[in-house]
């Protein structure tokens, strides 16, 4: 059971835009940034969002970020085959003293 | 080029004690956090433990406190993770994982390594 809360799965067509969300409490998500990663099949997370609606260079203004007291969402537009993967969400936890990650979102684009 | 290198994953029996490592290059190591995150078989990701810049400051999961222990060498670059007392449900993929923050851990793992595997297994 994971302290962030996403949904196991999305799906969506080409082109389409989707969104996942991530749900936590005050001690993370409410006073903590939220940051994303992405895993396509087989390979190391990758650094894909962070303080909440950044994006690090190289990840295309597809994505985008958000959040709104102790829930966080990812949203990709224009989806793209590549873009199937599974999207973890991950904040500071100031009562565990630690980071906490959501249990991940399993992208399929349709 | 950020490069993070782990080694030293493998094979162990329940109960005994496995290092493992990690050796960075193309950025000053001395300057940033780091952190090791592991990802069962077909599971999610899990924060394991953080080390800040200075090696003050450690912070492990309560899954693993008491049984691993993090270190740095800011003179070679390296990572280093310790770990003992081995469970089966320690089994995963061990990444090392830097941290965009330049002291203290955040959640903010901007570079991460390919990853080392441990088995707990007898």
């Known amino acids: 059971q994971s302290v962030l809360t996403q949904p196991p799965s999305a799906s969506g067509t080409p082109g389409q835009r989707v969104t996942i969300s991530c749900s936590g409490s005050s001690s993370n998500i409410g006073s903590n940034a939220v940051n994303w990663y992405q895993q396509l099949p087989g390979t190391a997370p990758k650094f894909l969002m962070y ?3 950044q994006r690090p260079s190289g990840v295309p203004d597809r994505f985008s970020g958000s959040k709104s007291g102790t829930s966080a969402s990812l949203a990709i537009s224009g989806l793209q085959s590549e873009d199937e993967a599974d999207y973890y969400c991950a904040a500071w936890d100031d009562s565990l003293n630690g980071v906490v990650f959501g249990g991940g979102t399993k992208l399929t684009v349709l | ?3 993070l290198v782990e080694s030293g994953g493998g094979l162990v029996q329940p109960g005994g004690s496995l290092r493992l490592s990690c050796t960075a290059s193309g950025f000053t190591f001395s300057n940033y956090a780091m952190n090791w995150v592991r990802q069962a078989p077909g599971k999610g990701l899990e924060w394991v433990s953080s080390f800040s810049s200075s090696g003050t400051n450690t912070y492990y ?3 693993v406190k008491g049984r691993f222990t993090m270190s740095r060498d800011n003179s070679k670059n390296t990572l280093s993770l310790q ?6 449900e320690d089994t995963a993929v061990y990444y090392c994982a830097k941290d965009s923050g330049r002291v203290i851990p955040t959640a903010r793992f901007d570079f991460w390594g390919l990853g080392t595997l441990v088995t707990v297994s007898s």
């Open chain 1, 51 to 53: 303080n909440n609606n």
């Open chain 2, 1 to 3: 080029e950020v490069q």
């Open chain 2, 61 to 63: 999961a309560d899954s």
């Open chain 2, 83 to 88: 770990m003992n007392s081995l469970r089966a």
